[in-house]
């Protein structure tokens, strides 16, 4: 694992009923022992900001990249992508796992693009932390608004950097889904109605 996650860390920070898992029987049995699955059985990710897919109420099994969009005629998609599990939704693009790299997958349909978003599962849940506890603790304090939003800029550029040192492909350019999310948190839009920065920006 690239980042030290565990579930006791995750559930201190946003409560155990803010923690979506998928269950082993979800993923293909060559999946299933898999490191990357592993965690999303037993540490998950908080709600919110990154939506963990349900498996099939009649399969009990997850979608398969094939399943969503026919990567043989995408440019970039590696061979075998078509049997990725799909694990889950950020932003506009599909994420599946690559069980024999690893890596997490950011599949657009629309674009017709699979491009690498994470090393590893570890990667995918340390940013969606990070990205959701600023969402969900962020306060814009006495300062002025331009004050305020250049401190929150600042925060989004720490995850960043701090992300990027270990692992560079969640922010490696400005079009990768995390980027996109950065910058809409650090332009104060994706707060929550009930969050101190909402609260504080609106009144």
């Known amino acids: 694992m690239l980042f030290d996650i565990t579930r006791g860390v995750l559930a201190d920070i946003f409560g155990e009923d803010r923690l979506a898992t998928l269950p082993a029987t979800a993923f293909p049995p060559s999946v299933a022992d898999t490191e990357g699955a592993g965690l999303l059985r037993t540490v998950g990710a908080p709600t919110g900001t990154l939506l963990l897919y349900e498996p099939s109420a009649e399969s009990g099994a997850l979608s398969l990249v094939r399943d969503i969009a026919d990567t043989e005629d995408f440019e970039d998609a590696p061979p075998g992508a078509g049997s990725w599990p799909v694990i889950g939704w950020l932003l506009n693009a599909h994420l599946a796992l690559d069980p024999d790299s690893g890596q997490v997958y950011a599949v657009d349909a ?86 101190p920065g909402a609260r504080s920006l609106h009144g």
């Not at 305020?148 to 995850?159: D, K, N, S, Y």
């Open 110 to 195: 629309d674009e017709e693009t699979v491009q690498a978003l994470h090393t590893d599962v570890s990667s995918l849940i340390h940013v969606t932390v990070q990205l959701q506890r600023l969402l969900e603790e962020f306060t814009f304090g006495d300062e002025d608004e331009e004050a305020g939003f250049e401190r929150l800029e600042r925060e989004v550029e720490r995850i960043r950097e701090e992300t990027g040192g270990v692992d560079p492909l969640p922010f490696r350019h400005d079009e990768t889904v995390w980027s996109v999310i950065g910058e809409e948190i650090a332009m104060g839009q994706r707060f929550t109605g009930d969050s």
